[in-house]
Nanobody, 122 residues
Framework: QVQLLESGGGLVQPGGSLRLSCAASGLTFSNYAMGWFRQVPGKEREFVSAISWSGSTYYADSVKGRFTISRDNAKNTVYLQMNSLKPEDTAVYYC????????????????WGQGTQVTVTS
């Protein structure tokens, strides 16, 4: 049974930082590309960042230069370091494991975590 468990969300002021973690179990983690998506009420889930099994990284334009994705295959964990946070980064952030297809599409991901709330406000 595959489980993805996100942690690290919370409330932060604009300009602040958070690091999200996603611990995976029940799959051969090192074989999977991993992604982060986010969603606000009333909007579609959107791509934030992804990292391939080999370490190649991908970012949405809106977070490029501010967010950094990384993975630790020994710990079966993927991270999202978020710096210079803005109010528009407020969302529920989801971790996902990619099955097939492009890293940018939610349809490519077969496994999802339950999400962690990130709120950026003064």
């Amino acid at each position: 049974q595959v489980q993805l468990l996100e942690s690290g969300g919370g409330l932060v002021q604009p300009g602040g930082s958070l690091r999200l973690s996603c611990a995976a179990s029940g799959l051969t983690f090192s074989n999977y590309a991993m992604g982060w998506f986010r969603q606000v009420p009333g909007k579609e889930r959107e791509f934030v960042s992804a990292i391939s099994w080999s370490g190649s990284t991908y970012y949405a334009d809106s977070v490029k230069g501010r967010f950094t994705i990384s993975r630790d295959n020994a710990k079966n964990t993927v991270y999202l370091q978020m710096n210079s946070l803005k109010p528009e980064d407020t969302a529920v952030y989801y971790c996902a494991a990619k099955s097939v297809g492009t890293v940018y599409s939610t349809n490519s991901y077969g496994y999802w975590g339950q999400g962690t709330q990130v709120t950026v406000t003064s």
